[in-house]
């Protein structure tokens, strides 16, 4: 139990860091659709002929980039100065900074030999999963991961290694099932699927109206 309010302490303290990053949204971008709500907060953008494209696949790359902003993991402290070698993402991809970044923290591994596969399409087990290494993953005792898991249809085809952090992000209510109750875990994670799992996080970082004050009434 100890474990557990610590985890959740941690996520909290992350969270408050980030609360006042996103309160510049336009407010029309936050009531709108998510693909708006994370152009705004310029964490994903259109491609150079305007349209966004959501059913387009995300690659290793993309997702490395996106997290990067996000989470502005290229502010925290303490991260190596010593770039990795990574055989297939030379100085010069477009990537090259974030992907340094993404592998510095952690939250992201290359594979055997060096290489990141940055072109690689990622499932959705393993976006969420990242998302929630980055977000913070609760350490729940497996007891209280199945009984998160076990409404969803699919629960039983989540890779072991991703059950813990996609029942993090289920409890902060990051993502839902779709019609048939279906968390999907092996279908590639697309662009739509990450704009959706970014507005509802960015909702989540918004600033809430301070609570009014109730003026004290003077004894009669």
């Known amino acids: 139990m100890r474990q557990i309010f610590s985890s959740l302490s941690l996520v909290v303290l992350l969270q408050a860091s980030l609360i006042s990053i996103y309160t510049d949204i ?3 971008a936050q009531n709108s659709d998510p693909i708006a709500q994370v152009i705004a907060a310029n964490l994903m953008r259109n491609f150079a002929d305007g349209k ?3 059913e387009r696949m995300i690659s290793r790359a993309e997702l490395a980039v ?3 902003k996000a989470f502005h993991l290229n502010k925290r402290q303490n991260l190596p100065k010593e770039n990795i070698t990574v055989a297939d993402v030379p100085a010069n991809h477009w990537a090259f900074n974030d992907i340094q970044t993404i592998l510095k923290t952690g939250i992201m591994r290359g594979y055997r030999d060096n290489l990141f596969f940055p072109n690689q399409q990622v499932t959705r087990a393993e976006a969420i999963a990242i998302f929630a ?3 913070g ?5 497996d007891d209280t991961v199945s009984e998160i898991l076990a409404p969803y249809s699919d629960q039983k085809s989540i890779p072991t290694w991703a059950r813990k952090a996609i029942a993090t992000v289920i409890s902060e209510g990051f993502i839902t099932p779709d019609n048939q109750g279906n968390l999907l875990p092996l ?3 697309t662009r739509g699927d990450v704009a959706y799992l970014l507005s509802r996080y960015l909702q989540r970082q918004q600033k809430q109206p301070d609570t ?3 003026p004290e009434v003077a004894p009669m």
């Open 52 to 54: 966004f494209y959501p």
């Open 212 to 214: 009014p004050i109730v």
């Open 137 to 141: 993953v609760f350490q729940f005792p």
């Open 66 to 68: 996106i997290m990067v």
């Open 187 to 189: 279908k590639p994670m």
């Open 26 to 28: 336009p407010v029309a």
């Open 133 to 135: 290494q980055a977000y």
